[in-house]
């Protein structure tokens, strides 16, 4: 199984940091964030990355070369200029490949073992891993019912909605059809998920949105005591 971690985005919420570093580059614990995906998908056996960058995306290439010192091969999507999730995502098919793969944001910071999703038998166009509501998102994104993840439900009472973990296995049928340039991926998650096409799970574990200076210096605090 490949995996892709979206590097491409500017970060920012994260300047003046990343006016000249690319977000996946900050350093967490002496580590640059995007080792830590690199690590944990390589322990979960999968050693083909795809990479796709934009802003200052040389700079991360410099640093990870073509993996092999993380017993990996990196292969790179190069974007003119940040085509979204989506966008980056169907941009890269030809590197991933006719088969499910693995997607990861790139400035997320999380112990989710993979092997999770490597060993799945992935029964629909996308499977998404949830987690509990951050204080910056505390109205969450989608709802889990039956392992089956929805944007609206018709179950009468309080049903909790989660937060999109940026963690995902997807087949690639699930982009084929779209055109070259920028897409977002939610309104291609929603319209999946209306016909009943997007499982998921969810996942209690450690996870965090590094999408704040305040957030990083406060993982950073936690980690150097």
Known sequence: MKAMILAAGRGERMRLLTDTLPKPLLQVAGK???EYHIEALHKAGINELIINHAWLGNKI???LGNGHRFGVQ???SREAEALETAGGIRQALPLLGNKPFIVVNGD???DYDYTHLTELKLNSLAHLVLVNNPEHNHQGDFYL???R???KVNTPGPVKRFTFS???LYHPEFFAALKPGKQALAPLLRKAMAQQQVSGEFYL???LDIGTPQRLEALNQSLNK
């Open 32 to 34: 640059s964030l995007i």
């Open 205 to 207: 574990g450690l996870w």
């Open 108 to 110: 997320v910071f999380t």
């Open 61 to 63: 290439e410099q640093h």
């Open 149 to 151: 993840v929805y944007d």
């Open 145 to 147: 019912q039956d392992n």
């Open 166 to 168: 940026g963690i995902g």
């Open 74 to 76: 990196i292969h790179y």
